[in-house]
T-cell receptor, first 117, second 117 residues
Framework: GESVGLHLPTLSVQEGDNSIINCAYS??????FIWYKQESGKGPQFIID?????DKRQGQRVTVLLNKTVKHLSLQIAATQPGDSAVYFC????????????????FGKGTLLTVNP | DVKVTQSSRYLVKRTGEKVFLECVQD?????MFWYRQDPGLGLRLIYF???????EKGDIPEGYSVSREKKERFSLILESASTNQTSMYLC????????????????FGPGTRLTVL
């Protein structure tokens, strides 16, 4: 989704449902992608990552899908729980071979996930 | 577990004051980063450091400086705080293989919410 002004895209789901959060990335040369979770008042936490030589990667209750053709990334959370309520954002690496800048990430603006009990 | 700590969770300063934000990581990571996070703008890189005494400007370095005298510590300095520097400041670190291969995953501290009056 797209953010409008100060408002994040929001996804509201019922507890127990599956959640899908989407992210469009910008750089076709990016070859590494990360999903972060940020709870209110806390720093971002690493959830899962994927390299561009993969289409799918699974973790515990989470799956990341990568579609390089349309530069799209998604995070699927199975059996969503109230503790999953947070802002989720994706990150991509900067173009490689750029010297000291080789370690940088570009972050999306995030999606607010709200889980209703 | 990687632990990144920041010296303060909340800080209130007056316009014109010199402000120091401290970040310490305990995992012997080579790379350290300072971001600010504002509603609607996401995470923006201020400065990063890929080695002791080394630094590179990020996307919004104006009004900030940094210091990295020891590997585990990265300080952000606001030379003369202004109200437009009111924000959430996040520190992060990442690892680099001895071979020079890049590990992109960044681990974040809890953040410092700075208010400049």
């Amino acid at each position: 989704g797209e953010s409008v002004g100060l408002h994040l895209p929001t996804l509201s789901v019922q507890e127990g449902d599956n959640s899908i959060i989407n992210c469009a990335y910008s750089n076709s040369a990016s070859d590494y992608f990360i999903w972060y979770k940020q709870e209110s008042g806390k720093g971002p936490q690493f959830i899962i990552d994927i390299r561009s030589n993969m289409d799918k990667r699974q973790g515990q209750r989470v799956t990341v899908l990568l579609n390089k053709t349309v530069k799209h990334l998604s995070l699927q959370i199975a059996a969503t729980q109230p503790g999953d309520s947070a802002v989720y954002f994706c990150a991509e690496n900067m173009a490689p071979n750029s010297g000291g800048s080789n370690y940088k990430l570009t972050f999306g603006k995030g999606t607010l996930l709200t889980v209703n009990p | 577990d990687v632990k990144v700590t920041q010296s303060s969770r909340y800080l209130v300063k007056r316009t014109g004051e010199k402000v120091f934000l401290e970040c310490v990581q305990d995992m012997d990571h080579e790379n350290m980063f300072w971001y600010r996070q504002d509603p609607g703008l996401g995470l923006r890189l201020i400065y990063f450091s890929y080695d002791v005494k080394m630094k590179e400007k990020g996307d919004i370095p104006e009004g900030y400086s940094v210091s990295r005298e020891k590997k585990e510590r990265f300080s952000l300095i606001l030379e003369s705080a202004s109200t437009n520097q009111t924000s959430m400041y996040l520190c992060a670190s990442s690892f680099r293989w001895a071979s020079g291969s890049v590990v992109y995953t960044q681990y974040f501290g809890p953040g410092t919410r700075l208010t400049v009056l």
